[in-house]
């Protein structure tokens, strides 16, 4: 099997699903028309049908953090630029680490304990940097900005680490690196598009309505559907 065709098979399955709801939108509504009863669905093949769902489609994806996605993808692109990520496996296969690796691990990882004595201090300090105006964790800085100061972190890591190992020798090598992981994401991306028709188009026929279904749970199944791509992407990737 080609690894790389694979990684897209999300995209043709949903945008044959997204077909599929249409094509089924379209014959319950001729059902309806012999038998008198719409069940309930409202016809996406209208003019308001279509278009709800062109208004509708992309808003679905607010559901889905994109800025915690984007970072999270930086940050695995960081850890495997710079090397660091061969040390976890040595670790965990219990191999002995080189003697460069053990320096670049001990400088990256008081790079890192660096960095956290630095937060603390913003957070715990009399002058409450990074904490409400209670006081308070409630509606801080520090928790809307949670996803951020975790990047810092592992960049913090990574960047040392990359530094001393001599993985990176410019930092152009480490913004090369935090996008070297968006590529491999790129089928999972473009999925999200279908994927965000689908719900749309489930949502105009009354099908969450029907199902008693609560906005939060309906958000819940739309971060979870439009996860798939992102799983299977991974898995094929683990295969090859």
Partial sequence: ??????????????????????????????????VGNDFGLSPLVSSEGVRWTLRNALPYL???????????LASVGLLHGSGITRVFLHIK???????????SLAFSVFALL?????????????????LGVTGTFVNSSFVSGLP?????????????YGFMYGNYRSFV?????????????????????PA?????????????????????????????FCSIPFLHVLFAKRKS
């Fill in 1 to 34: 099997m080609n690894n790389k065709r694979d990684c897209y098979y999300p995209v043709i399955g949903y945008v044959l699903l997204l077909v599929a709801v249409w094509l089924f939108s379209w014959l319950s509504d001729i059902v309806a028309m012999f």
């Fill in 62 to 72: 607010d559901v889905v953090p994109w800025g915690e996605i984007m970072l999270l």
């Fill in 93 to 103: 296969s219990r191999e002995p680490l080189t003697k460069m690796e053990t320096r």
């Fill in 114 to 130: 660096l960095y956290f004595s630095i937060l603390s201090l913003a957070v715990f300090s009399r002058w409450n940097i990074l």
């Fill in 148 to 160: 951020v100061l975790l990047f810092m972190g592992v960049a913090a890591l990574a960047v040392v």
């Fill in 173 to 193: 090598d480490v913004a090369a690196s935090l996008g070297t992981t968006f590529t491999l994401f790129v089928p999972a991306l473009i999925a999200m598009l």
């Fill in 196 to 224: 965000s028709g689908i719900v749309a188009s489930v949502s105009y026929m009354g099908v969450f309505d029907l199902l008693n279904l609560s906005d939060s749970e309906i958000d819940i199944i739309t971060a979870v």
